[in-house]
């Protein structure tokens, strides 16, 4: 055989197997990747309705019976789990603190039950109530029932048709206007996004939001 054809012949052989190293890279390096396809979170609709095979939580804060429950989805699915909120009262001063309040409210046990009815159970035993739509899962705090002070929702735009235009921050901008009218108001939070306003006041300060004092006039009532 020539050297020529010889050489060939190895150029050839070296060709094949430097063919068959990248092919083989390949197929682990698009193995490895396979799992990477999973990391897009669950949705809220697939979170909610998701089987759970075994869940049991014994006097748990809410927050660490929801954390559980996340982590329980994650590892059935390898998916993260959505994000869920849980809005309470910010306790201003430690005599505004409820009494009744039990940290570690949450013991129960299910098994192949949906995680959407898991965390309803989870927030009736904090003392919530489920909240959720396409984007958000929210647990709320019952004030009527485990705490003195009521919480109410309105618009945003609704207060901005009363009161003219916001300053910044908003909060801030409310707490003022709310103040010169008079009306006893013990927390406010602003959500801009949903054009969400949660407030906390008592029943007469309630029925005045709305409705503020006539700025006097100078006209003279007709007779």
């Not at 698009?30 to 990391?39: D, G, K, L, V």
């Not at 954390?67 to 869920?84: F, M, N, S, W, Y």
């Not at 929702?153 to 916001?166: A, H, N, R, S, T």
């Not at 949660?198 to 005045?208: I, R, S, V, Y």
């Amino acid at each position: 055989m020539s050297n020529a054809l010889m050489n060939f012949t190895m150029l050839t052989h070296i060709t094949r197997q430097l063919l068959a190293g990248i092919i083989s890279m390949w197929v682990i390096a698009s193995s490895a990747a396979e799992p990477e396809q999973n990391t897009v979170p669950l949705s809220i609709v697939e979170f909610l309705a998701l089987d759970i095979p075994a869940y049991k939580v014994e006097k748990a804060k809410l927050e660490d019976a929801v954390e559980q429950l996340r982590a329980l989805a994650k590892k059935q699915t390898g998916r993260e789990a959505p994000p869920i909120g849980i809005v309470r009262y910010r306790k201003i001063t430690s005599t505004e603190a409820n009494p009744w309040e039990m940290e570690a409210a949450v013991s129960f046990e299910l098994k192949h039950a949906s995680a959407g009815l898991i965390l309803r159970y989870a927030a009736e035993l904090g003392g919530c109530h489920l909240q959720s739509n396409y984007w958000t899962i929210g647990l709320y705090e019952l004030p009527a029932l485990y705490h003195p002070r009521p919480l109410r929702e309105f618009k945003l735009k609704d207060f901005i048709k009363v009161y003219g235009k916001p300053s910044k921050p908003i909060e801030q901008w409310l707490w003022d206007k709310l103040e010169a009218e008079d009306i006893r108001v013990w927390d406010i939070g602003v959500n801009e996004h949903t054009d969400q306003v949660f407030l906390a006041t008592d029943p007469e300060g309630l029925n005045k939001l709305l409705r503020p004092k006539q700025a006097p006039s100078d006209k003279p009532k007709a007779k």
